[in-house]
């Protein structure tokens, strides 16, 4: 059974940081382009935030540029996103997903930034 599971979510003040993890079961990340998608409130589309290729080059949206780096793991099949500088408008549930051929969405984590 394919399975995403997101983590690393929480409440931080602005300026602050957080590392978001996603690691998946039953599909191998190697060989996908991995991306950090945001929902920022219920009903809202999810935006790309990030995606990550298997060679490690990345593509940021302009938002967060400067602030955020996706990673990977292939060995531990699990994608990462670094979160700096983070300000209220990063609020969202954060999802990670392939890019192409989409796997069942996890049920996401949530980060909130206070002002």
């Known amino acids: 059974q394919v399975q995403l599971v997101e983590s690393g979510g929480g409440l931080v003040q602005a300026g602050g940081s957080l590392r978001l993890s996603c690691a998946a079961s039953?599909?191998?990340?190697?060989?996908?382009?991995m991306a950090w998608y945001r929902q920022q409130a219920p009903g809202k589309q999810r935006d790309l935030v990030a995606?990550?290729?298997?060679?490690?080059?990345?593509n940021y949206t302009d938002s967060v540029k400067g602030r955020f780096i996706i990673s990977r793991d292939n060995a531990k099949n699990t994608v990462y996103l670094q979160m700096n500088s983070l300000q209220p408008e990063d609020s969202a549930i954060y999802y990670c997903?392939?890019?192409?051929?989409?796997?069942?969405w996890g049920q996401g984590t949530q980060v909130t930034v206070s002002s």
């Open positions: 995606f990550i290729r298997d060679d490690g080059s990345t």
């Open positions: 997903n392939r890019v192409r051929f989409k796997l069942a």
């Open positions: 039953g599909a191998m990340v190697s060989g996908s382009v």
